[in-house]
């Protein structure tokens, strides 16, 4: 157990293996918070009763607040509780034995690395998870880390699974609440690389997690991301654009790339192209009248 080690899971209308999922993380964790977005009473009494059964902290309003939101509340929580690091989990991800262990090792290898993540292993579509890694100042996605190699720097990592020193909130501040959803993670890391931090991976540990509602097709694997996702997407991805191009006009290019790809991918792959459509355009619009938080519905 670490007490110095506060996690959250950030939940959503889960499914039932969530409990399961939350003991995993329980035997390695003393401080559990479950951050309830549900606004469902039936979905928020079942998630009360799991954490009141298992001794685990509960918040929730009965409002959606969004990702953000929550991970800043949970980052806000640690820091003033006096917890060294702030470990953040979705509430599809299934952790192995010693995580913790693993993951406090590997970041203090070296108190640059502000963050750390684990490979993602995607159960929806079978495969390892690929990370956009600088190459010859050029940036590439590359594939999966092998295990036998060390910890590796990345630009971007996902926020489940990541552990962060509480220490790195006062000087880059927390989460940007006003994107609700998605670039969330993006955004964050690449604000610690500016500031002069690393972001790495630690490919000796891998989770199970679900990357959106990947089914592969003609070579393809969309996301299948239900429409206001693409919202999301656009509209922080423009943000992101914008205020680190000046930076990172490698990882602006790559970013660029993922752009097409996707509109590719809803175009021709996916079905409700054309409300998906509409919420791409939407996400552009509201990027170029500064709108941010919740979507308005179409």
């Not at 902290?57 to 009965?62: E, V």
């Amino acid at each position: 157990m670490h007490p110095d080690v506060f996690a959250i899971i950030v939940t959503y209308n889960p499914d039932d293996g969530l409990e399961g999922r939350l003991l995993a993380i329980q035997k390695q964790v003393r401080n559990i918070c479950i951050i309830d977005n549900s606004e469902n009473p039936d979905v928020i009494n079942n998630i009360k009763s799991i954490a009141e059964r298992n001794n685990l902290s509960y918040q929730g309003d009965g409002i959606n607040h969004g990702i953000a939101y929550s991970l800043t509340q949970g980052a806000i929580t640690a820091k003033s509780k006096g917890f060294n690091y702030y470990l953040t989990f979705d509430q599809d991800s299934t952790i192995p034995d010693l995580y913790v262990d693993n993951m406090k090792e590997a970041i203090n290898t070296d108190p640059m690395i502000c963050i750390i993540g684990p490979v993602y292993y995607d159960i929806n579509d079978g495969r390892y998870s690929r990370f956009p890694v600088m190459h010859n100042k050029l940036l590439v996605r590359r594939e999966v880390f092998s295990d036998n190699e060390g910890i590796k720097d990345a630009m971007c990592i996902i926020t489940s699974g990541a552990l962060c020193r509480t220490s790195i909130f006062d000087e880059v501040g927390y989460f940007l609440n006003e994107y609700f959803i998605d670039y969330v993670d993006n955004e964050f890391c690449l604000r610690l690389l500016i500031s002069g931090y690393r972001v790495c991976v630690y490919p000796k540990v891998v989770i199970q997690h679900a990357l959106g509602n990947r089914k592969k097709k003609f070579g393809f694997s969309p996301t299948n991301y239900p429409y206001y996702r693409k919202y999301y997407v656009t509209r922080n991805r423009l943000h992101v654009w914008k205020k680190y191009f000046k930076y990172y006009p490698a990882f602006i290019a790559y970013d660029f790339s993922a752009f097409l790809l996707d509109l590719f991918r809803v175009v021709f792959l996916e079905k409700d192209k054309v409300i998906k459509i509409k919420s791409i355009f939407l996400g552009m619009k509201d990027f170029l009248h500064g709108r941010y938080g919740k979507m308005n519905k179409i």
